[in-house]
């Protein structure tokens, strides 16, 4: 529901890192990693950012969404997994006691420029 | 041509958030964020909250809506400074973000407050994911909603440090399946503490209570 506003500030760290040299080159693509386990829904991000970079230097550009699955650590037997469901306990020796490694991700990786 | 960026989208929101933090930590203000959905009597509970604190610790609230000052107003009568927040002059937003909460804030003395309450916007999504400063945040569920409501939103059950279940007083006259709810949320977040509360009866409350002046002492300790 805030997709809006996060569309708005990766047009603002997208378009401060264009190099002052790519004048005249258009950018084609912001790339981004968002976690499963943020409140972003990809489509209605998509939507927002080709509505707020209108009249932008990302005019046109499109927006790869890199989704990163949630795994975690188990902090007693150290097991590794893949979090697929709501349930955050070790699948292999039932601790609660887990470290999430990624899924909380909401980052402006790179972006591309026409050559 | 790639260009690496590597940048937190919320980059901005989090800062504030850090400064918010320490300037709330410099004139030891305890700072809880509460959260639920719409309609899960968290304005109640705040109510109820108020009225066992002060004046032994001194509150003040910051409330979020969309639209109108009926959740303030109601605050208000507790004593406590009361500043509301209406979103639709920041787009409509669907959550309390770190650089209103430090415009809210400037309206009161914060020398004079132990204890900062803010009344997120009614958002089981969005006000998971905005860092605002807190100290801990608290979610309510109540059980007129589904029992897999913590499955259905696992960030926001995830990213709290307690959840009340509120509005107990009604089971008897709901099919409501109390082990259902309570083991979603141990699935979600195993060890955080539930309290079973009626913001009505008052049944439960003192629990709650006495967990938040704990987590209170607890920080003025740390000072």
């Not at chain 2, 933090?21 to 004139?27: D, H, S, V």
């Not at chain 2, 107003?73 to 400074?81: I, Q, V, W």
């Not at chain 2, 696992?154 to 009340?164: G, I, K, Q, T, V």
């Not at chain 2, 977040?189 to 006495?210: C, D, N, R």
């Amino acid at each position: 529901m805030h997709e809006m506003g996060i569309a708005m500030q990766i047009v603002k760290i997208a378009t401060a890192a264009i190099p002052n040299d790519a004048a005249g080159h258009p950018i084609t693509r912001v790339n981004i990693k968002v976690g499963k386990l943020t409140a972003i829904v990809p489509d209605s991000l998509r939507f927002c950012f080709d509505i707020v970079s209108q009249e932008t230097p990302l005019a046109g550009a499109s927006l790869a969404i890199e989704e990163v699955a949630v795994k975690a650590v188990c902090d007693d037997c150290q097991h590794q997994w893949t979090i697929a469901g709501p349930v955050f306990v070790c699948p292999l020796c039932e601790s609660p006691h887990i470290q999430l490694i990624s899924g909380r991700e909401l980052d402006v990786d790179s972006i591309e420029i026409a050559d | 041509m790639e260009i690496r960026v590597v940048r937190k989208v919320l980059d901005v929101n989090d800062t504030i958030a850090q400064q918010n933090r320490q300037q709330f930590k410099a004139q030891g203000v305890f700072v809880l964020n509460l959260m639920s959905s719409p309609g899960s009597g968290k304005t109640t509970v705040l109510e109820k909250t108020l009225s066992r604190l002060m004046p032994d610790i001194r509150c003040a609230v910051i409330v979020g809506d969309i639209c109108t000052s009926n959740d303030a107003d109601r605050l208000s009568k507790s004593g406590a400074p009361v500043v509301q927040v209406n979103t639709d002059e920041f787009g409509g937003d669907c959550h309390l973000a770190a650089h209103v909460i430090s415009k809210a804030a400037e309206n009161f003395d914060l020398e004079g407050i132990d204890l900062l309450i803010v009344e997120n916007i009614g958002n089981l999504v969005c006000p998971a994911e905005f860092d605002i400063g807190e100290d801990v945040r608290v979610v309510v569920l109540s059980v007129t909603e589904g029992e897999d409501k913590p499955a259905k939103y696992p960030l926001m059950f995830r990213e709290c440090d307690a959840a009340l279940l509120n509005k107990i007083d009604l089971l008897p006259y709901l099919d409501y399946d109390l082990g259902a709810a309570t083991g979603y949320l141990a699935q979600v977040h195993p060890g955080m503490p539930v309290f079973q509360i009626s913001s009505k009866t008052e049944e439960g409350l003192p629990a709650w209570i006495h967990w938040l002046c704990g987590r209170i002492k607890e920080k003025g300790k740390g000072q």
